[in-house]
Protein backbone atom coordinates (compact mmCIF):
# COMPACT_ATOMS: atom_id res chain seq x y z
CA UNK A 1 0.00 0.00 0.00
CA UNK A 2 1.22 4.12 -0.63
CA UNK A 3 0.09 6.60 1.14
CA UNK A 4 -0.14 9.86 -1.47
CA UNK A 5 1.83 12.80 -1.56
CA UNK A 6 -1.37 15.27 -0.87
CA UNK A 7 -2.48 13.12 2.25
CA UNK A 8 -4.88 10.53 1.11
CA UNK A 9 -4.86 7.15 1.70
CA UNK A 10 -4.06 4.99 -1.33
CA UNK A 11 -4.99 1.45 -0.77
CA UNK A 12 -6.74 0.20 -3.65
CA UNK A 13 -10.07 -0.16 -4.50
CA UNK A 14 -12.27 -2.49 -2.73
CA UNK A 15 -9.76 -2.65 0.22
CA UNK A 16 -10.52 -1.62 3.52
CA UNK A 17 -7.64 -1.01 6.68
CA UNK A 18 -9.64 -1.70 9.71
CA UNK A 19 -7.46 -1.19 13.03
CA UNK A 20 -9.54 -2.79 16.07
CA UNK A 21 -8.57 -1.32 19.62
CA UNK A 22 -10.64 -3.40 21.99
CA UNK A 23 -14.19 -4.83 21.11
CA UNK A 24 -15.92 -1.85 20.98
CA UNK A 25 -13.37 0.56 19.41
CA UNK A 26 -12.32 0.84 15.56
CA UNK A 27 -10.77 3.05 12.77
CA UNK A 28 -11.40 2.24 9.34
CA UNK A 29 -9.24 3.82 6.11
CA UNK A 30 -10.89 3.14 2.56
CA UNK A 31 -9.55 4.44 -0.81
CA UNK A 32 -9.26 8.21 -0.97
CA UNK A 33 -9.68 8.94 2.94
CA UNK A 34 -7.60 11.79 3.77
CA UNK A 35 -4.51 11.07 6.03
CA UNK A 36 -5.67 13.51 9.10
CA UNK A 37 -6.22 12.38 12.65
CA UNK A 38 -8.26 9.40 13.74
CA UNK A 39 -9.25 9.56 16.93
CA UNK A 40 -11.65 6.89 19.21
CA UNK A 41 -12.99 7.58 23.32
CA UNK A 42 -11.33 5.23 25.54
CA UNK A 43 -12.73 4.05 28.85
CA UNK A 44 -10.23 4.27 31.89
CA UNK A 45 -10.87 2.01 34.85
CA UNK A 46 -9.93 3.26 38.38
CA UNK A 47 -8.08 1.06 40.13
CA UNK A 48 -7.72 3.80 42.51
CA UNK A 49 -10.90 6.14 42.38
CA UNK A 50 -10.85 10.11 41.91
CA UNK A 51 -11.77 9.91 45.38
CA UNK A 52 -8.07 9.13 46.73
CA UNK A 53 -6.71 12.11 45.02
CA UNK A 54 -3.82 12.91 44.92
CA UNK A 55 -3.19 8.68 45.15
CA UNK A 56 -6.04 7.90 42.63
CA UNK A 57 -4.52 5.56 39.89
CA UNK A 58 -6.31 4.38 36.55
CA UNK A 59 -5.63 1.68 34.07
CA UNK A 60 -6.47 1.15 30.62
CA UNK A 61 -6.38 -2.74 28.68
CA UNK A 62 -7.29 -3.46 25.20
CA UNK A 63 -6.53 -5.54 22.21
CA UNK A 64 -5.06 -4.13 18.84
CA UNK A 65 -4.93 -5.56 15.56
CA UNK A 66 -5.40 -4.68 12.18
CA UNK A 67 -7.13 -6.51 8.58
CA UNK A 68 -7.21 -5.81 5.09
CA UNK A 69 -10.99 -6.27 4.43
CA UNK A 70 -11.74 -7.06 0.89
CA UNK A 71 -14.88 -5.77 0.09
CA UNK A 72 -15.29 -6.94 -3.87
CA UNK A 73 -16.77 -9.71 -3.48
CA UNK A 74 -19.21 -11.64 -0.50
CA UNK A 75 -18.31 -12.65 2.02
CA UNK A 76 -16.19 -10.19 2.85
CA UNK A 77 -12.38 -11.85 3.62
CA UNK A 78 -10.60 -10.57 6.22
CA UNK A 79 -6.66 -10.79 6.04
CA UNK A 80 -4.66 -9.87 8.93
CA UNK A 81 -1.54 -7.87 9.05
CA UNK A 82 1.12 -6.97 11.66
CA UNK A 83 0.43 -4.33 13.40
CA UNK A 84 3.23 -1.38 15.40
CA UNK A 85 2.42 1.36 17.69
CA UNK A 86 4.21 4.94 17.95
CA UNK A 87 3.32 5.58 21.89
CA UNK A 88 3.41 9.71 22.54
CA UNK A 89 3.36 9.28 26.56
CA UNK A 90 3.66 12.20 28.79
CA UNK A 91 1.20 14.59 30.23
CA UNK A 92 1.59 17.76 32.70
CA UNK A 93 0.76 15.95 36.27
CA UNK A 94 0.62 12.31 35.29
CA UNK A 95 2.81 9.39 35.09
CA UNK A 96 2.37 6.39 32.46
CA UNK A 97 3.54 2.95 32.38
CA UNK A 98 2.73 1.28 29.77
CA UNK A 99 3.16 -2.39 29.05
CA UNK A 100 3.04 -4.32 24.91
CA UNK A 101 2.50 -8.20 25.19
CA UNK A 102 1.41 -10.67 22.37
CA UNK A 103 -1.68 -11.99 21.73
CA UNK A 104 -2.47 -16.03 21.40
CA UNK A 105 -4.99 -18.55 19.95
CA UNK A 106 -6.94 -20.56 22.12
CA UNK A 107 -4.55 -22.76 22.29
CA UNK A 108 -2.57 -20.36 24.15
CA UNK A 109 0.52 -21.53 22.29
CA UNK A 110 -0.14 -19.93 18.92
CA UNK A 111 0.74 -16.58 18.09
CA UNK A 112 -1.65 -13.95 16.03
CA UNK A 113 -0.84 -10.82 14.65
CA UNK A 114 -1.25 -7.83 16.89
CA UNK A 115 -0.84 -7.12 20.72
CA UNK A 116 -2.63 -6.19 23.95
CA UNK A 117 -1.73 -3.25 25.26
CA UNK A 118 -1.67 -2.09 29.11
CA UNK A 119 -1.32 1.37 30.62
CA UNK A 120 -1.28 2.78 34.19
CA UNK A 121 -1.74 6.13 34.97
CA UNK A 122 -0.87 7.84 38.27
CA UNK A 123 -0.14 11.37 39.43
CA UNK A 124 2.91 12.53 39.37
CA UNK A 125 5.56 12.56 42.23
CA UNK A 126 5.35 16.85 42.00
CA UNK A 127 1.48 16.98 42.13
CA UNK A 128 1.49 14.45 45.08
CA UNK A 129 4.34 16.17 46.89
CA UNK A 130 2.55 19.91 45.90
CA UNK A 131 -1.03 18.63 46.92
CA UNK A 132 0.99 17.05 51.01
CA UNK A 133 2.53 20.26 50.83
CA UNK A 134 -0.92 22.24 50.60
CA UNK A 135 -2.53 19.64 53.05
CA UNK A 136 0.42 20.48 55.69
CA UNK A 137 0.11 24.33 55.15
CA UNK A 138 -3.21 24.15 55.73
CA UNK A 139 -3.13 22.40 59.45
CA UNK A 140 -0.27 24.78 59.98
CA UNK A 141 -2.30 28.21 59.61
CA UNK A 142 -5.41 26.26 61.18
CA UNK A 143 -3.59 25.19 64.18
CA UNK A 144 -1.55 28.61 64.63
CA UNK A 145 -4.82 30.42 64.23
CA UNK A 146 -6.40 28.37 66.81
CA UNK A 147 -3.98 29.19 69.64
CA UNK A 148 -3.82 32.65 68.79
CA UNK A 149 -7.63 32.92 69.23
CA UNK A 150 -7.35 31.27 72.66
CA UNK A 151 -4.66 33.38 73.67
CA UNK A 152 -6.64 35.80 72.89
CA UNK A 153 -9.89 34.98 74.50
CA UNK A 154 -8.05 33.77 78.02
CA UNK A 155 -5.89 37.15 78.25
CA UNK A 156 -7.13 39.31 80.99
CA UNK A 157 -6.34 42.93 78.57
CA UNK A 158 -9.44 44.93 77.69
CA UNK A 159 -8.10 46.31 74.80
CA UNK A 160 -10.02 46.30 71.76
CA UNK A 161 -7.91 45.04 68.74
CA UNK A 162 -9.50 43.67 65.43
CA UNK A 163 -6.86 42.34 64.18
CA UNK A 164 -6.92 38.62 65.29
CA UNK A 165 -11.02 38.97 64.44
CA UNK A 166 -10.11 40.00 61.32
CA UNK A 167 -7.59 37.45 60.62
CA UNK A 168 -9.54 34.21 61.72
CA UNK A 169 -12.64 35.57 59.65
CA UNK A 170 -10.76 36.31 56.63
CA UNK A 171 -8.95 32.81 56.81
CA UNK A 172 -11.84 30.56 57.49
CA UNK A 173 -13.09 32.11 53.67
CA UNK A 174 -9.62 32.01 51.96
CA UNK A 175 -9.14 28.83 53.13
CA UNK A 176 -11.40 27.05 50.21
CA UNK A 177 -9.11 28.88 47.79
CA UNK A 178 -6.01 27.43 49.54
CA UNK A 179 -7.27 23.97 49.04
CA UNK A 180 -8.21 24.91 44.95
CA UNK A 181 -5.02 25.72 44.71
CA UNK A 182 -3.53 21.21 44.04
CA UNK A 183 -3.56 20.73 40.71
CA UNK A 184 -6.71 19.15 39.06
CA UNK A 185 -7.92 18.80 42.39
CA UNK A 186 -11.72 17.25 42.67
CA UNK A 187 -14.63 18.83 44.33
CA UNK A 188 -14.90 18.77 47.97
CA UNK A 189 -15.04 15.29 49.63
CA UNK A 190 -11.64 13.55 48.69
CA UNK A 191 -9.58 12.05 51.22
CA UNK A 192 -7.55 14.95 51.71
CA UNK A 193 -10.48 16.45 52.65
CA UNK A 194 -11.88 14.22 55.38
CA UNK A 195 -8.12 14.42 56.89
CA UNK A 196 -7.51 18.03 56.14
CA UNK A 197 -9.80 20.23 54.61
CA UNK A 198 -12.87 19.60 56.87
CA UNK A 199 -11.17 20.08 59.99
CA UNK A 200 -8.78 22.95 59.17
CA UNK A 201 -12.26 24.74 58.38
CA UNK A 202 -13.71 23.36 61.37
CA UNK A 203 -10.66 24.85 63.75
CA UNK A 204 -10.64 28.07 61.96
CA UNK A 205 -14.39 28.53 62.60
CA UNK A 206 -13.91 27.84 65.92
CA UNK A 207 -11.49 30.09 65.92
CA UNK A 208 -13.31 33.16 64.71
CA UNK A 209 -16.44 32.19 67.10
CA UNK A 210 -13.86 32.84 69.85
CA UNK A 211 -12.26 35.80 69.19
CA UNK A 212 -15.75 37.63 68.22
CA UNK A 213 -16.77 36.48 71.49
CA UNK A 214 -14.28 37.81 73.36
CA UNK A 215 -14.23 40.88 71.61
CA UNK A 216 -17.79 40.91 72.61
CA UNK A 217 -16.70 41.30 76.06
CA UNK A 218 -13.86 43.16 76.13
CA UNK A 219 -16.33 45.69 74.37
CA UNK A 220 -19.45 45.28 77.18
CA UNK A 221 -16.55 45.84 79.80
CA UNK A 222 -15.22 48.48 78.91
CA UNK A 223 -18.42 50.44 78.02
CA UNK A 224 -19.62 49.22 81.56
CA UNK A 225 -16.27 50.73 83.14
CA UNK A 226 -16.84 53.69 81.14
CA UNK A 227 -20.10 53.94 82.75
CA UNK A 228 -19.29 53.56 86.01
CA UNK A 229 -16.51 56.16 85.68
CA UNK A 230 -18.97 58.81 84.48
CA UNK A 231 -21.53 58.03 87.27
CA UNK A 232 -18.22 58.49 90.05
CA UNK A 233 -17.48 61.45 88.24
CA UNK A 234 -21.17 63.12 87.97
CA UNK A 235 -21.36 63.04 92.28
CA UNK A 236 -17.61 65.07 92.36
CA UNK A 237 -18.87 67.84 90.03
Known sequence: MDLISVGVFDIGEGLDLVLD????????????DSMSD??????????SPLFNYPFDMYTLEFEVQSQIVNTTEEPYKETQITTGLILFEGEVGWETHTELSALYEADGVTMRPGFKFFMEI??????????????????????????LALNYCLSHSDEISYDVPALAVGLLFALPFVRDVQPDVPVVGATIDVFGFFWNVALVAGAAVIVLAALATRVQRNTIRQYEEAEAAGPLQ
Do not use: C, N, P
Open 122 to 147: RRSTSVKFFSMFIVILMWTISLFVFV
Open 21 to 32: LGRHQSIKLTQG
Open 38 to 47: QSVVMIVEDA
